[in-house]
């Protein structure tokens, strides 16, 4: 049973939100208000804005708090749920295929998965990840960006509902006057119309989407940093306590003449009980605490026996980096070698980037070795490179 079956606007989705992309340049805000009808919603507003400060906005917090304040009311726009997108750019994300997995273990696989690989220092990064198709997104950012702006705009009294990244690939269709996104429409008002709508304005009405549809893309933001819950829960807890002190005061009249004449049997009979229970428990604390400690101790073990030393790994790829030359997978071996495949312009630059690679040598322990080469329909030249570390 959920709080939300006593209180049915608990779960009820925003009627207007506000989709920000940050970029280095500027701040390009999208408002959405939601329609009667079943997955159909409005554009209200599109705007687009210069960024004035002196560092990016996401280097200030304070200053692109302020900012959308000031634009919101300005504009008019809605300042109670707002979707947030930040570059790519801050982010480490790559791409994976996992077995076929309940939704538990898959959630487990993935958090593990993002900590063996991500090059952020422990506990200094916000974590996430998304199915798209076959493959899935993992993704992390590091955490300073994100909770100094959720701060910032929590103090300038904006409701941040959400951080995401800009997505790999924007899923749009235009059609006149309409915006078709999954099996969503939105109408573009006159004034949004008139717009010159660039992919940074998309990726803008994506975030506010994602307040709708928080299953496409990757979130984040932790639950606990958005405006709405903490609104929430707030407005339970006092529903919660208020329930909790009328059921108290109701036990407390009917049982007042009961306690009065057991009170002095029921004090002996408290402490007596109380020491007991108190030495059983901490017996069986002691006893569990040490197994699980001696289990603990083992598995810490053998995961630090076997865990690649990936930010050597990704500080050799990187250093050897060739203008064209990307990325885009890594396969480790069983035999401990690692397949890299990605893609680069012509043979001439993939060339360099291995020669640049074996110049490092001191990371490799082998010289790299071309496992397979082809061009695509694009003209891409697509490959395989197989690297000892």
């Known amino acids: ?61 304070s200053a692109l708090a302020e900012t959308l304040r000031r634009l919101c009311a300005t504009y008019g726009l809605s300042r109670e749920t707002i979707s947030v997108c930040l570059p790519r750019e801050l982010f480490f994300i790559y791409e994976r295929d996992f077995p076929p997995m309940g939704q538990r273990e898959f959630v487990e696989a993935a958090r593990w998965d993002i900590e063996t690989n991500v090059p952020f220092a422990e506990g200094g990064y916000w ?19 994100g909770a100094e702006i959720a701060r910032a705009m929590t103090a300038a009294g904006l409701g941040i509902e959400g951080l995401s990244m800009e997505p790999l690939r924007l899923r749009f269709r235009r059609e006149g006057v309409r915006v078709l996104w999954r099996d969503a429409e939105a109408e573009l008002s006159a004034a949004s119309a008139r ?5 940074e304005l998309y990726t803008a ?30 407005t339970a807890g006092n529903v919660a306590l208020a329930c909790t002190f009328l059921m108290i005061s109701l036990l407390f009249a009917r049982n007042l003449w009961r306690l009065s004449a057991a ?21 069986e604390i002691l006893a569990g605490g040490q197994a699980a400690a001696v289990g603990a101790e083992t598995a810490l073990r053998k995961l630090s026996g076997e865990r690649r030393s990936w930010y050597g790994v990704f500080s050799a790829l990187g250093a050897a980096a060739v ?3 990307y990325l885009t997978e890594l396969d480790a071996q069983e035999d401990g070698a690692l397949v890299c495949g990605g893609h680069a312009p012509d043979y001439a630059r993939l060339a360099a980037y291995m020669e640049r690679l074996e110049q490092g040598g001191a990371a490799l322990r082998e010289k790299p070795v071309l496992k397979e080469s082809a061009t695509d329909e694009r003209g891409a030249l697509r490959f395989k490179l197989r690297l000892r570390f």
């Open 1 to 61: 049973m959920q709080l939300s079956e006593f209180m049915p606007s608990f779960g009820a989705k925003p009627n207007r939100v506000l989709g920000v992309f940050v970029s280095a340049e500027g701040l390009f805000l999208v408002e959405l208000e939601r329609l009667e009808e079943p997955n159909r919603f409005r554009v209200r507003q599109a705007r687009e804005e210069a960024w004035q400060g002196q560092n990016a906005p996401w280097e200030d917090a």
């Open 127 to 145: 974590a996430g990840f998304g199915r798209h198709g076959g493959a899935v997104e993992l993704a992390a950012v590091p955490s300073a960006h």
């Open 195 to 199: 717009e010159r709508w660039t992919r």
């Open 205 to 234: 009405l994506y975030a506010a989407f994602r307040v709708y549809c928080p299953e496409a893309g990757i979130e984040f933001l932790p639950r606990g940093e958005r405006a709405e819950t903490a609104r929430r829960w707030q």
């Open 263 to 283: 009170e002095a049997r029921l004090d002996d009979l408290r402490q007596t009980y109380a020491l007991e229970t108190r030495g059983r428990e901490t017996m």
């Open 323 to 325: 203008d064209g030359v």
